[in-house]
Nanobody
Framework: QVQLVESGGGLVQAGGSLRLSCAASGRTFSSYYMGWFRQAPGKERELVAAISRGGETTYYPDSVKGRFTISRDNAKDTMYLQMNILKPEDTAVYYC??????????????????????WGQGTQVTVSS
C-alpha cells in the first residue's frame, strides 16, 4: 500500500500560481502511476493531470492544458502540480491519487477514477476573482 499526503493549497487571486505537492510513503513510489483529481462543490470529481510511472508521459484535459504541469521526483517519493494562470473555476479540493494495475503499460496514464486505488485527504484551492 501507499499513503499520500497533499500540501500547498490555499487562497490565490485569479491569474496567480500555486504548486501542490504530494508526498508518498509505503511501497516503491515508482511502481505507481499517479495523478490529481479535483472536486468543486456540487460537481463530480474530475481528473486534471496524470503521469506515468517513470514520469515520461503526462495527460491533461483541455480545461487545464497549457496552465497546469504535473511532475514527479521518484528519488524523493513526491509528485507535484504546478498551477499557473489560475481561474475562479479552478476552485476545488484537489486530491493526489495513485494506482498500480499491473496490466497497464509502463508509460500509460489512466484517465478513469476507478483506476486509482489510493487517494490523499485533499487540499483546498480557492481562486478569488
Amino acid at each position: 500500500q501507499v499513503q499520500l499526503v497533499e500540501s500547498g493549497g490555499g487562497l490565490v487571486q485569479a491569474g496567480g500560481s500555486l504548486r501542490l505537492s504530494c508526498a508518498a510513503s509505503g511501497r516503491t513510489f515508482s511502481s505507481y502511476y499517479m495523478g490529481w483529481f479535483r472536486q468543486a462543490p456540487g460537481k463530480e470529481r474530475e481528473l486534471v493531470a496524470a503521469i506515468s510511472r517513470g514520469g515520461e508521459t503526462t495527460y491533461y484535459p483541455d480545461s487545464v492544458k497549457g496552465r497546469f504541469t504535473i511532475s514527479r521526483d521518484n528519488a524523493k517519493d513526491t509528485m507535484y502540480l504546478q498551477m499557473n494562470i489560475l481561474k475562479p473555476e479552478d476552485t476545488a479540493v484537489y486530491y493526489c491519487v495513485a494506482g498500480n494495475r499491473n496490466n497497464y503499460n509502463y508509460y500509460y496514464t489512466p484517465r478513469s477514477r476507478s483506476d486509482y486505488g489510493y487517494w490523499g485527504q485533499g487540499t483546498q484551492v480557492t481562486v478569488s476573482s
